[in-house]
């Protein structure tokens, strides 16, 4: 990834029905994602445009409807969809992912599970 430039989404949240035990599909629980999209922003800088860059406010639909969407029992397979989408619907030539369970079902005090994964086109 040569690309420095960056457009930084961080603590989207929505309820979702994520993960493996049944209470998990019929509860669900906060997910909470951050989302790092890599272009240059040259081009955008200059001409004040929102058609030369990506609509964050786009990006954060496309998120919310995978998020509120099919469940998954992974949090690795919701960010592995999340990056996909993204990648193939928005000119970013690469993507961070980092999808936070703050509720996961594990037993002890704990602040925070969460999977991060790196894609390029």
């Known amino acids: 990834m040569q690309e420095r430039d960056a457009i930084h989404l961080r603590g989207l949240k929505f309820h979702g029905y994520h993960g493996v035990?049944?209470?998990?599909?019929?509860?669900?629980?906060?997910?909470?994602?951050?989302?790092?999209?890599?272009?240059?922003?040259?081009?955008?800088?200059?001409?004040?445009?929102?058609?030369?860059?990506?609509?964050?406010?786009?990006?954060?639909q496309l998120i919310k409807t995978i998020v509120t969407g099919e469940p998954f029992h992974l949090l690795e397979r919701l960010a592995e969809e999340i990056a996909g989408e993204i990648l193939n619907g928005f000119s970013c030539e690469a993507i961070r992912v980092e999808v936070h369970k703050p509720q996961a079902p594990i037993p002890g005090i704990f602040e925070d599970a969460s999977v991060e994964i790196w894609r390029e086109k």
């Open 21 to 60: 035990m049944s209470e998990e599909k019929v509860l669900g629980q906060q997910f909470i994602v951050d989302v790092d999209l890599y272009r240059d922003l040259k081009k955008p800088g200059s001409s004040d445009q929102v058609a030369d860059t990506i609509n964050y406010a786009e990006v954060y």
